[in-house]
């Protein structure tokens, strides 16, 4: 029913509209400067490699993974995963990306405020974001005292996910200005080479951002059909 409502898309299309462009730079960036070497010659492994045991934790292992910029820090594991374009490539776009998962296990080591918040927040938003709008709805559907409350509980747990966005942004953001400054005083990429670095991660930095957005719009429209119903 939402889908049908004209307000609907004026809160969720320019989000979604930067939420796509987003991502079309992700992959412009990272397709532009996986074709540019890096002077050094190091590889993504090696780059996050030389990152974690001058940080001071070589015993989190560097591990390849499947998939395309599938790249993630595991902190119950203690394990970084780099795909495959990152692991072994010597690009500046994939030393990028893997010193960037880096600064997650950097974060993790000097307990990172708001990436122990998000951890916490995991199980909470995986309930919040599939019961939430789903009670949400019952809650319109019903009338009377009930249905209100249950639209608000739903509101309540849906509320939580857009949290959870918005958390994601400083521990993204933390990890990508961990990486620039790494990357050259560790002498993994000289500074004329940190444009390359900057736009992928920039790109990458900015999903977050219209993810964040596409949650809090979800939320303002749940209360602005609240507003309605009273
Ligand atoms: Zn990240």
């Known amino acids: 029913m939402f889908y049908f409502d004209p307000l609907y898309l004026i809160y969720a299309l320019p989000p979604m509209l930067l939420g796509l462009w987003a991502q079309f730079r992700v992959k412009a960036a990272f397709n532009k400067y996986s074709q540019v070497r890096t002077r050094t010659g190091m590889s993504g492994a090696e780059a996050a490699r030389r990152i974690l045991e001058r940080g001071g934790i070589p015993q989190v292992t560097v591990e390849a993974t499947r998939g395309m910029l599938s790249d993630h820090y595991d902190p119950r594991h203690k394990a970084l995963r780099l795909s495959e374009g990152v692991y072994n490539a010597t690009s500046v776009a994939a030393v990028g990306v893997a010193a960037h998962e880096a600064?997650?296990?950097l974060q993790d080591k000097t307990n990172y405020f708001p990436l122990q918040v998000r951890s916490l927040m995991v199980p909470a938003v995986s309930i919040g974001s599939s019961i939430g709008p789903i009670l949400f709805m019952a809650g319109l559907f019903l009338a009377g005292t009930l249905g209100t409350t249950l639209a608000w509980a739903g509101i309540i747990l849906f509320g939580s996910t857009a949290l959870f966005a918005?958390?994601?942004?400083?521990?993204?953001?933390?990890?990508?200005?961990r990486a620039k400054a790494l990357l050259v005083s560790q002498g993994i990429v000289s500074?004329?080479?940190?444009?390359?670095?900057?736009?992928?991660?920039?790109?990458?930095a900015l999903t977050y951002v219209a993810a964040a957005a596409q949650a809090v719009m979800q939320l303002v429209y749940f209360l602005s059909i609240m507003n309605r119903r009273n």
Do not use: F, K, N, Y
């Open 191 to 204: 500074p004329a080479e940190m444009q390359g670095v900057s736009a992928v991660l920039d790109a990458a």
């Open 166 to 177: 918005l958390v994601t942004l400083p521990v993204e953001i933390d990890a990508s200005r």
């Open 103 to 105: 600064g997650h296990a």
